[in-house]
């Protein structure tokens, strides 16, 4: 699957894998996207304490049309117990759609840190008692919550690395809201016998918090086809982290809002079992406090 579909998957969710800032005199246009990798997926922090949020997704159509989906997401981030300490990671990500004719149907998604990993994601949909990986091209480019963004977009940015070769083009500032950001502007281009479905991605990516705050994809011709752009920042135990996401897909001319909020630790350690594909129908979110 083309990685350009993972790439705003970085875009819903929150930030907390990389933390580390580099310094702009010794890093390439490679090195910050392995900085990047994960960097918006809704996994914890390497600890076992897990994570809680909502996530609102607004969407505004250009027939006029408007729809709004409202998430309670569970998300952590675990390793083998039997493996080296060193050894990757795995980020687990549940989003259980609350109300509405959706009403519990859930996104499950499994992120793994190793390079030869593919991530995995399953759609279990509540109406028909029905669980469903989501393995075909066709299946993972559907659109999430009715957005302009896909279930792979949701799946992070983990593979761009291996579909995209990147440059610094420049150092730059962004703003966000009232802040200012040092960013990398970076532009990405696919890697030799890649299928990529941008011919061009320029990327602005936070100096400090190897996030990006800015993504434009355009098509062979050199047409911006996709806007995805961090319109509000906040904190998360003294990290910064998105709270609002705009995507444009300036093709249909449709818009969709993503708004993160309530994100707060969990009052005991998740079971790893809340993350399995066949527990899907048993999740109940009001024991998480949604």
């Not at 309670?72 to 795995?90: C, P, Q």
């Not at 708004?259 to 350690?269: K, N, Q």
């Amino acid at each position: 699957m083309s990685g350009t579909k993972r790439l705003v998957g970085q875009a819903v969710c929150l930030i907390l894998i990389t933390f580390c800032a580099l310094s702009a005199l010794a890093i390439t246009g490679n090195e910050i996207l392995d900085r990047m990798e994960g960097a918006f997926s809704l996994g914890g922090d390497g600890s076992d304490e897990g994570l809680l949020l909502s996530i609102d997704v607004a969407n505004d159509y250009a027939n006029g049309v408007s729809t709004e989906y409202h998430l309670a997401v569970v998300a952590d981030t675990v390793a083998d117990a039997e493996a080296s300490e060193d050894a990757d990671e795995t980020t687990y990500t549940l989003m259980y759609f609350l109300g509405g004719d959706d009403e519990g149907m859930i996104f499950l998604l499994h992120l793994p840190e190793a390079e030869d990993e593919d991530s995995r994601m399953w759609l279990y949909i509540s109406s028909f008692g029905l669980t469903k990986e989501l393995i075909s091209d066709e299946d993972q480019e559907g659109s999430f919550a009715g957005s302009t963004l896909t279930y792979a977009d949701i799946a992070g940015a983990s593979e761009m690395r291996e579909d995209y070769d990147a440059e610094i083009l420049r150092e730059d500032t962004s703003t966000v809201g009232s802040e200012q950001r040092a960013v990398w502007v970076l532009e990405l281009t696919p890697a030799p016998d890649v299928e990529a479905d941008y011919g061009r991605v320029l990327l602005w990516v936070d100096q400090e918090a190897d996030r990006f705050l800015r993504l434009e994809g355009y098509d062979a011709r050199g047409t911006l086809t996709k806007e995805i752009v961090v319109t509000a920042l906040g904190t998360f135990e003294d990290r910064w982290v998105p709270e609002e996401l705009v995507g444009r897909d300036l093709e249909t001319g449709d818009v969709s809002t993503i708004r993160l909020t309530g994100m707060r630790r969990p009052d005991e350690a998740l079971s790893s079992a809340v993350f399995a594909a066949e527990n899907l129908a048993a999740f109940d979110p009001s024991e998480y406090g949604f």
